[in-house]
């Protein structure tokens, strides 16, 4: 079986951010995520390149709902990584926005986000 790979980026809908924040913060949480997983897991990055860079953006509503998906993807050694603002536009400094994971298996990050709705 030839296995999957994606990129996921959880958002945090409670902030109500504009569109354009949003892409950007989304922007971020994807380069960041692709780099630390390019340290830390570079073949599963070779496979997401070779499968056609897949990304899925999900939600959750309140930042509560985030630390448990850390906690899994640091067990399951998923590499990720938080996006906190600067400040500079429609929130407040070092406020969570969003945390990319992986790249990585599909039925892998399935299990840390797979729960979570589309944006």
Same mark, same amino acid.
């Given at each position: 079986?030839? !296995?999957?790979?994606?990129?996921?980026?959880?958002?945090?809908?409670?902030?109500?951010?504009? +569109?354009?924040?949003?892409?950007?913060?989304?922007?971020?949480?994807?380069?960041? &995520?692709?780099?630390? +997983?390019?340290?830390?897991?570079?073949?599963?990055?070779?496979?997401?390149?070779?499968?056609?860079?897949?990304?899925?953006? !999900?939600?959750?509503?309140?930042?509560?709902?985030?630390?448990?998906?850390?906690?899994? &993807?640091?067990?399951?050694?998923?590499?990720?990584?938080?996006?906190?603002?600067?400040?500079?536009?429609?929130?407040?400094?070092?406020?969570?926005? +969003?945390?990319?994971?992986?790249?990585?298996? &599909?039925?892998?990050?399935?299990?840390?986000?797979?729960?979570?709705?589309?944006?």
């Amino acid at each position: 079986m030839d !296995t999957d790979y994606k990129q996921v980026i959880v958002v945090r809908k409670d902030l109500k951010l504009g +569109c354009g924040k949003i892409a950007a913060q989304v922007a971020h949480a994807s380069l960041g &995520s692709y780099l630390e +997983c390019l340290k830390l897991k570079p073949e599963w990055v070779t496979r997401w390149k070779e499968k056609g860079w897949k990304k899925v953006v !999900t939600r959750v509503l309140s930042e509560s709902e985030i630390p448990p998906l850390i906690e899994q &993807s640091k067990k399951l050694n998923v590499p990720f990584f938080i996006v906190y603002d600067a400040g500079l536009t429609q929130i407040p400094p070092n406020t969570l926005t +969003c945390v990319g994971f992986g790249p990585a298996p &599909s039925d892998i990050i399935d299990k840390i986000t797979g729960h979570l709705k589309l944006l």
